[in-house]
């Protein structure tokens, strides 16, 4: 199968290569899924876990991506709950080969039915923007009706996602960004636009909840806004200090099958929109790791198409 593989973890970006691999092995449990479309993560060459496995050795060449929608081609021992040909997305465990192959073997239960509706390249956007602005807001901040959340990067992948959950959860939202992400981020429904460029991140006073994707000066600078009782949540790195009267929480996104079908459901009824700067074949994935030119949303990449040919 074609694939993109990195070889030398000091490569960096040069590193990524188009190249034949071996055809995944279906473990019990698993799902060989022939992959569609494919996301990824611009910072996951710097993962530990991309370069050994969960037990510590090494298992270059390693494929990046972990985010997939595509249907299932074959079934390992013991899968239940998923058939051949059928559409899915999901999540793979971050020590194995990733998505950005023609094939992936991917545990039955990371993976949701896709519905009919759905375009392969939206659902290949959803696993870890989707679920980490979930956790973030409900399962670690546990935002409620009324509360102000501030959200930055709210123009990215996880940040957009994050303010419409939000704001259907009945908060006020406060969206920062770059100049150009200012009509986007308030036609998400965030309520206040602040650019991190021009204004002063202390105008903004306190809020209950503060969602970082940002990390560094803005992070820390975040920390002062969090209100007694508030919690600031990031998936940057772990904060240095936390928040008077509040607590500051770092967590990595974990696969939930329920929680992916649900938020499809949303996708196919309108509720949700994600965001999908650019879609690149599998020929351009180094380019799109780097992010040039920069875009909003997430950055897509298609790997075959409908009838399971190549994508040029």
Same mark, same amino acid.
């Given at each position: ?31 060989? *899924? ?13 993962? %530990? ?81 989707? @679920? ?25 992948? *996880? ?41 002063? @991140? %202390? ?6 909840? *503060? ?20 919690? +600031? ?35 196919? =009824?309108?509720? +949700? ?8 074949? +599998?020929?351009? =994935? ?16 298609? *790997? ?9």
């Amino acid at each position: 199968m074609r694939a993109i593989i990195v070889r030398d973890r000091d490569a960096g970006l040069s590193g990524l290569a188009a190249t034949d691999m071996p055809y995944p092995h279906a473990a019990e449990n698993d799902v060989i *899924v022939r992959v569609h479309a494919a996301g990824f993560t611009p910072g996951e060459l710097d993962w %530990p876990a991309t370069w050994t496995d969960r037990a510590g050795r090494d298992r270059t060449p390693t494929i990046p991506g972990h985010e997939v929608s595509g249907v299932v081609a074959e079934l390992g021992y013991g899968t239940t709950g998923l058939s051949v040909g059928q559409r899915v997305f999901g999540l793979t465990d971050w020590a194995r080969n990733g998505t950005l192959a023609e094939y992936v073997a991917v545990e039955a239960r990371n993976l949701a039915p896709l519905p009919a509706g759905i375009d392969h390249t939206v659902a290949a956007a959803l696993p870890v923007s989707g @679920l980490t602005a979930w956790q973030g807001l409900f399962d670690h901040a546990r935002l409620t009706t009324g509360q102000t959340v501030l959200v930055h990067g709210a123009a990215g992948g *996880v940040g957009s996602i994050a303010v419409q959950l939000a704001h259907e959860a009945g908060a006020s939202v406060i969206g920062t960004g770059r100049t150009d992400d200012r009509d986007i981020v308030l036609g998400l429904g965030a309520h206040s636009f602040l650019d991190l460029a021009a204004d002063d @991140l %202390p105008q903004v006073g306190l809020v209950d909840v *503060v969602f970082d994707v940002v990390g560094g000066d803005v992070l820390d600078a975040s920390i002062a806004l969090v209100r007694p009782g508030g919690v +600031l949540v990031t998936i940057a790195h772990p904060p240095a200090v936390q928040p008077t009267d509040g607590r500051a929480v770092f967590f990595v996104v974990e696969p939930d099958r329920v929680r992916l079908a649900d938020l499809a459901e949303r996708v196919r =009824t309108g509720q +949700l929109k994600p965001i999908i700067g650019a879609v690149r074949p +599998l020929s351009e =994935t180094a380019t799109a790791f780097a992010r040039r030119p920069r875009t909003s949303g997430k950055t897509i990449i298609q *790997v075959t198409n409908e009838q399971g040919a190549l994508h040029p």
